[in-house]
């Protein structure tokens, strides 16, 4: 019984001992391993973050520039590298290419550093390192490479593998250009040697260079070598072609005139010619056509003026016409016609135009009542701010009845509440864009109308038609509430006086075809202010000024038809306050010949060898009468132009230049169509076209 005890007992003593172990075993484990954390975590050093900074760079010849564009500003102790051909060339801190007074990198300010000296090579690159120290991080890295390029040849004449060039090509044509703008030299060389040119090494500042080539041969295959090289040592060669074309068989046209009944130009032949088919031939003879000049008769007209309701400008007259039938005179007498200005000016305004509309462009005001809310001071339509910046609009106004410009705007806005510490900003737009064209602040309103006073360049009926208006509620203070009731525009122009005369005269079957042409006034009394005088020729052109009383002749410019549009208008149009009159008595045209001797003649070929590579007319005179030269023309299709002038007897030789179609027309007239008291006649022989190709 004692020895079960004692086991009892020593049991339940080991038992207790194995427990205590074992807690002092997992509080030794937990220290150890909390000892071991806390270690490692502050054994680790602390590393910062990376600053995010934009960095832009460029690199202009030798100076490679920083900018710090946005981001936070860097430290002064901030590195940069700057890596030549992937070589390390230096590194810098950036305090040290600061104002002293800086105390960071800061945006918008640039690093400058002179690379000059440390590039040589044609080709290299740059590359940049922005770091950062404290968290050795790379803000920003770059890489540029330059290389320099060789010359750029281009633009060969003639163009490369062209065939049937002329064997008289005297040039050879190149473009040559140097995109660095390096010295370089050239040289053309040919194969079968036609000529050669080379230039020094220089800065060229035109790229078209040439070589003059002689001797070609037809149907000849030649080579030309281009090569351009630059300072540097970069070399550009280019090769071309080119074949002369086949030798043609020799061509050899004479052809004789064809016709002399031709009218290209619709005026009548002047002149008397006897014998035509006599100077049909290519060849001299004893025959002979003879053209001799004719004097027209010496007639004299007074055409006076037709119609007053005529309007070619598609506009109403201005002005009171009084006896229009008194003017058609040929010589003055006691019956005129009076013309007499009109106001063609405006009334005074002043109208206020209510709002009309709203849309919902901007929307935070409180309203009341019916839409648009302002339209009249009603008190019950309205809209309420409470809430800073708080917007409403856009708000438009009926349109201004009048019409023009040059009027005085100003916008009334009537306040029905408001604590007299609280601002209105307004806003008004006449563009449609949105954007603010005039605006303006309405300061401390309380229940009372206030206005804008002119707004300016706010002054023509566009604008104001366009116009809408937008209130911005500025609140300053403790204030609750601002209310709008009723919003208007006053629109003010002052009456303008402006009498004006602009009335339109017609000529019919005038003697449009007459040497001398003059349009004619005579005025009873001399006029208080100057009338202008214009012709219609698709728009008015001048003739000249009415100054003075009794008669005024003008040169009747455009006169080219039968039928003549004049306008009379005064000379000050704009804002005359005084109103004239004018008394004319004859309004006419007078035109009349001169008792010259004149001669006009026309001839024409037809069926002519125009392809002929050389062409040229030819007229034999056999003799003459006079002393007047004889002018050559050709017709252009649209008017005579000149090819020479026959001045005496013998050949006369002349390029037939618009020699293009089958038909070629010329024209035979005299040098000298006014005061001519000599009449002179021609005897020619021959008139042909040779052409040719050798």
Known sequence: MKQSLIKRIKNKQNHAVSEVVGTILLLGISVTLFSVIYTMVLST????????????????????????????????????????????????????????????????????????????????SVEVQVID?????????????????????????????????????ACLNITISEPDDDAFRWSIQTQPNIGSNSGLMKVYTENNFHCIVSGLADDTNYIWFVNATDINGKTTEKTFKFTTKIAEPTVDHKDAIDYNSSNVDSSADKGTE???????????????????????????????????????????????????INCKDTIPDTDIMILQETNQGSAAVNENKNVNGVTSSYTSWGTSGNTPWLTADDTTNIITGNANNQQRGWFTFDDTTSTGSSFTVTLYVDFDAGDGDDDCDWVIDWNNDGATDASGTFNNPTTTVVNTGT???????????????????????????????????????????????DTEYQFNNTNYNSDNKQLCFYLTTPPTETLNVTYWSGSWIGLGNITHSGWTNFTAKGLTNSTYNIKIRDQNQTNEITQHSWNIDCMLLHTWNNSDYQIDFEYQFTGTYYSDPYETLCIYVTSRTGTEQLKINYWDGDSWESLGIITGTGWKNVTATGLTSSTYTIQLIGATETIDTEQSEWNIDCIYLHTWNY
């Open 45 to 124: 050093p602390y590393t910062p973050p990376t600053p995010t900074s934009n960095i832009v760079y460029s690199l202009d010849n030798s100076n490679l520039t920083l900018t710090n564009v946005g981001g936070k500003p860097l430290e002064l102790d901030t590195e940069v590298k700057i890596l030549i051909n992937d070589s390390l060339y230096q590194s810098y801190k950036v305090g040290d290419y600061l104002d002293p007074n800086k105390k960071n990198w800061g945006i918008g300010e640039q690093l400058i550093f002179d690379l000059s000296g440390y590039i040589s090579e044609i080709d290299y």
């Open 133 to 169: 120290v404290n968290s050795n991080s790379i803000i920003m890295m770059g890489k540029t490479s330059i290389k320099n390029r060789p010359p750029i040849i281009s633009s060969p004449e003639p163009y490369n593998y062209e065939n049937s060039v002329s064997n008289t090509l």
């Open 274 to 324: 006897t014998n035509f088919n006599n100077c049909k031939e290519n060849k001299t003879d004893t025959e002979v056509m003879n053209i001799k000049e004719y004097k027209p008769p010496a007639y004299n007209t007074n055409d006076t003026v037709d119609d007053n309701t005529a309007n070619k400008d598609a506009s109403v007259d201005k002005g009171t016409e009084m006896n229009f």
């Open 455 to 501: 707004i300016p360049s706010l002054d023509n009926a566009t604008e104001i038609n366009n116009a809408r208006l937008r209130l911005d509620y500025k609140k300053s203070g403790t204030g609750s509430t601002m209310t709008v009731d009723h919003a208007y525009l006053n629109i003010q122009r002052a009456a303008i006086t402006d009498y004006e005369l």
